[in-house]
Nanobody, 127 residues
Framework: QVQLVESGGGSVQAGGSLRLTCAAS????????MAWFRQAPGKEREGVAS???????EYSHSAKGRFTISHDNAKHILYLQMNSLKPEDTAIYYCALDLVPDAKYCRDGYSRDFGNWGQGTQVTVSS
């Protein structure tokens, strides 16, 4: 079991930026699948972006061009840089991670059924 702790959420005005961080407890693995999800009030959780340990990324339509997912493998930290934020980006953001024998097992991107989740961090964007 990997422990994940998100930080970096907050309140910003539309057009602003935030960088979310997800720190993972130490682990040893050949590969990893990582992703950011969000859940707005009254809505289902949705995938925002994913990245594997080889750096292959996937973005949702709403995130593409505005958000950037990245990771520091050595420090076990996952990031989500969010620019040009909109009120509809308001949600609780969660990070997720799975350890795998090879990054090829991450082909489902954020559609994967992740086993390790953080507690979430609130992002509020005002107009």
């Amino acid at each position: 079991q990997v422990q994940l702790v998100e930080s970096g959420g907050g309140s910003v005005q539309a057009g602003g930026s935030l960088r979310l961080t997800c720190a993972a407890s130490q682990y040893t693995a050949i590969g990893s699948c990582m992703a950011w999800f969000r859940q707005a009030p009254g809505k289902e959780r949705e995938g925002v972006a994913s990245i594997d340990s080889n750096g292959r990324t996937e973005y949702s339509h709403s995130a593409k061009g505005r958000f950037t997912i990245s990771h520091d493998n050595a420090k076990h930290i996952l990031y989500l840089q969010m620019n040009s934020l909109k009120p509809e980006d308001t949600a609780i953001y969660y990070c997720a991670l799975d350890l795998v024998p090879d990054a090829k097992y991450c082909r489902d991107g954020y559609s994967r059924d992740f086993g390790n989740w953080g507690q979430g961090t609130q992002v509020t964007v005002s107009s």
